[in-house]
């Protein structure tokens, strides 16, 4: 599983920042106890020095130091549930100024053995919605909002099924494909006239994925080739900015490419998206890809190594009906 550097560092700071919240609240709750009762002060200024007082003891020339050690830990004990007397008879929890982690599995760090814990996975999920969420409506767009009442249960001329039987398809794809994301999923390609519910499920996949604690990012076509040129021909902290966009679309565990078609088609362009989309297959990385191109458009605008990929390697989903934005006005 990759992690979005972008992202990682915000949860990191989050991460600390509760950290130093949480250590603050002790302090204040100290302050308290020792205004209302001194002698509890004093014993946490004497415990703060037991760790310096085993030190002396082991280096101390000429004796044997285990059993001045063996005394000192017996007097940490006694001080421990005397201050723990304390606290009970002011009405607090005898262990309310022990430093405890807050999360025992990984003491605080936020890594298990070079693994994100549950922690930090935790805040580095709600920093990658809020990502998200500058692009897509993720607490209006789900799968439990989906609506099928836009779609036409009547069956066109040329068509062999309605455009409410091919939602319906498109919708279960969708869904499973979020809920069972892994190395394994294969992409998608969400194909057809816009105002179909392209994007509205893209958001769903895109929400259901980062909660699972996947790295997902969702951009338009238009900037993510923006990005690749920048890195290209920019120099300086614009480069720098650059090459971490484009490090983000190459490494995430999830791209969704939005509007592709609609952006300006240089060779440039077409380069990019060959490499991009070839890369991301060649380490397995999936990939989305929202356009109101079909395939056939795709191979004439982007040329036929990349249709080749498209047609190989992704599952087409076909969106046709009419346009919701205009039912929705009406």
């Known amino acids: 599983m990759a992690y979005d550097g972008k992202v990682l560092r915000r949860a990191e700071i989050r991460y600390d920042e509760e950290k ?40 101390r020339r000429g004796t044997d130091p285990r059993c001045a050690i063996e005394a000192l830990k017996e007097e940490n004990l006694a001080l421990q549930a005397e201050r723990g007397e304390l606290l009970h008879e002011l009405g607090y929890a005898p262990d309310l100024l022990d430093q ?65 039987q091919r939602m319906e398809k498109n919708f279960d794809a969708c869904r499973d494909y979020a809920y069972e994301f892994s190395e394994k999923s294969g992409n998608l390609l969400l194909s057809g006239d816009p105002g179909l519910g392209k994007t509205f499920l893209s958001a769903s996949i895109a929400r259901v994925v980062s909660e699972a604690g996947h790295s997902v990012v969702y951009d338009t076509a238009s ?11 920019n120099r300086g902290d614009a480069e720098e900015d650059a090459d971490e966009d484009v490090r983000r679309y190459q490494n995430c565990d999830l791209l969704i490419i939005d509007d592709l078609g609609t952006e300006m088609t240089t060779p440039f362009v077409q380069s990019v998206v060959y490499q991009l989309l070839n890369a991301r297959l060649m380490e397995n990385r999936k990939t989305i890809i929202s356009t109101n191109l079909n395939p056939v458009e795709l191979g004439q605008r982007y040329g036929a190594a990349t249709l080749s990929r498209v047609e190989g390697e992704y599952r087409i989903l076909p969106f046709f009906g009419d346009d919701i934005r205009k039912l929705k006005r009406k």
């Open 20 to 59: 130093q919240r949480r250590a603050e609240l002790v302090r204040a709750q100290a302050r308290a106890c020792y205004a209302k009762c001194p002698r509890i002060e004093e014993i946490d200024r004497e415990l703060s020095q037991t760790m310096a007082k085993i030190i002396a003891a082991a280096f």
């Open 100 to 164: 405890k982690p807050n999360c025992p599995k990984c003491n605080d760090t936020g890594w298990q053995g070079g693994k994100m814990c549950s922690c930090l996975k935790k805040i580095y999920v709600r920093e990658q919605n809020a990502e998200l969420s500058h692009m897509l409506d993720l607490a209006g767009q789900s799968f439990e909002t989906f609506n099928f009442d836009f779609y036409s249960r009547e069956r066109g001329y040329d068509q062999k099924v309605s455009p409410y």
């Open 223 to 233: 900037h993510i080739f923006s990005r690749f040129e920048a890195q290209k021909f």
